[in-house]
């Protein structure tokens, strides 16, 4: 059993920036890919950056070259830094992993990232 724990969300002026994390407990040896998710009111879920445990990441074109993700398997943890945030950034974030049958953890809360014009 895996769950994870957002954190770092927040209310930030466009162009300004925040790290959020995601810490994992539980069974995280076997994880390979963890991603970040947003979820905007009225839209669906979408997958907006993904780490695997080599390091290689993807990104969804609405944030490349905002967005980093980066792991710190020793820590169990996933974070997310987001610069040049706009307000369309504004979402609902989670983390969560993906096991080819289905999301690993439960999509709790995740974290408010609220961005003004």
Not at 19 to 41: D, E, M, V
Not at 69 to 87: E, F, G, H, T
């Amino acid at each position: 059993q895996v769950q994870f724990v957002e954190s770092g969300g927040g209310l930030v002026q466009a162009g300004g920036s925040l790290r959020l994390s995601c810490a994992a407990s539980g069974s995280t040896n076997s994880i390979n890919a963890i991603g970040w998710y947003r979820q905007a009111p009225g839209k669906q879920r979408e997958l907006v950056a993904v780490i695997n445990s080599g390091g290689a990441s993807h990104y969804a074109d609405s944030v490349k070259g905002r967005f980093t993700i980066s792991r710190d398997n020793a820590k169990n943890a996933v974070y997310l830094q987001m610069n040049s945030l706009k307000p369309e950034d504004t979402a609902v974030y989670h983390c969560n992993a993906y096991n080819g049958l289905g999301y690993v953890g439960p999509w709790g809360q995740g974290t408010q990232v609220t961005v003004s014009s």
